[in-house]
T-cell receptor, first 110, second 113 residues
Framework: LAKTTQPISMDSYEGQEVNITCSHNNIATNDYITWYQQFPSQGPRFIIQGYKTKVTNEVASLFIPADRKSSTLSLPRVSLSDTAVYYCLVGEDNFNKFYFGSGTKLNVKP | EPEVTQTPSHQVTQMGQEVILRCVPISNHLYFYWYRQILGQKVEFLVSFYNNEISEKSEIFDDQFSVERPDGSNFTLKIRSTKLEDSAMYFC???????????FGPGTRLTVT
């Protein structure tokens, strides 16, 4: 499985757009890219998933360049409640095995 | 909104004892997972389960661990002889057959003394 690398932490202010980039140089052809959010003492929560180009849902966008060796999670206009750890996962299309990286701790300030 | 539930929320046990952690996945989901998270560390995959069989397991999931779906609703993780290093938060997750999105439960905090 492809290893992922993310920044350990990021700071932002309320109302700003936040972009968190994940590196996955060894991504395989069948791998999808998935992002989860985790608040303290809670289970992770699915944010978004993509294979290539751009995916957008009601909470985030995911940008994946053509070589798929990285991906960027974009959170528009963050609020204090977006303070959490964000994990980038790369998994096979059978979705039976998932490995979480160390995650990026996002701290949103007022 | 349907959700995954886990019991107990906190389990304290002595080293060497057996523990069973219980999960009730979302009712129409067919794929089930267990993860653990040691305090302050990343979430670690343990095992995935489908059609009453283990699909994948990690190197953490050794002979001390077992999973079972004893009836139509519960999914359990058993640790046969707990060690101090098994102290962690254990998360159950499930998903349906159409989407890869996993729904996680609130976790069981296991403390081994």
């Amino acid at each position: 499985l492809a290893k992922t690398t993310q920044p350990i932490s990021m700071d932002s202010y309320e109302g700003q757009e936040v972009n968190i980039t994940c590196s996955h140089n060894n991504i395989a052809t069948n791998d999808y890219i998935t992002w989860y959010q985790q608040f303290p003492s809670q289970g992770p929560r699915f944010i978004i998933q993509g294979y290539k180009t751009k995916v957008t849902n009601e909470v985030a966008s995911l940008f994946i360049p053509a070589d798929r060796k990285s991906s960027t999670l974009s959170l528009p206009r963050v609020s204090l409640s977006d303070t959490a750890v964000y994990y980038c996962l790369v998994g096979e299309d059978n979705f039976n095995k998932f490995y979480f990286g160390s995650g990026t701790k996002l701290n949103v300030k007022p | 909104e349907p959700e995954v539930t886990q019991t107990p929320s906190h389990q304290v046990t002595q080293m060497g004892q057996e523990v069973i952690l219980r999960c009730v996945p979302i009712s129409n989901h067919l794929y089930f997972y267990w993860y653990r998270q040691i305090l302050g560390q990343k979430v670690e995959f343990l095992v995935s389960f489908y059609n009453n069989e283990i699909s994948e397991k990690s190197e953490i999931f050794d002979d001390q661990f077992s999973v079972e779906r004893p009836d139509g609703s519960n999914f359990t993780l058993k640790i046969r002889s707990t060690k101090l290093e098994d102290s962690a938060m254990y998360f159950c997750a499930s998903r349906d057959s159409l989407r890869s999105e996993q729904y996680f439960g609130p976790g069981t905090r296991l403390t081994v003394t």
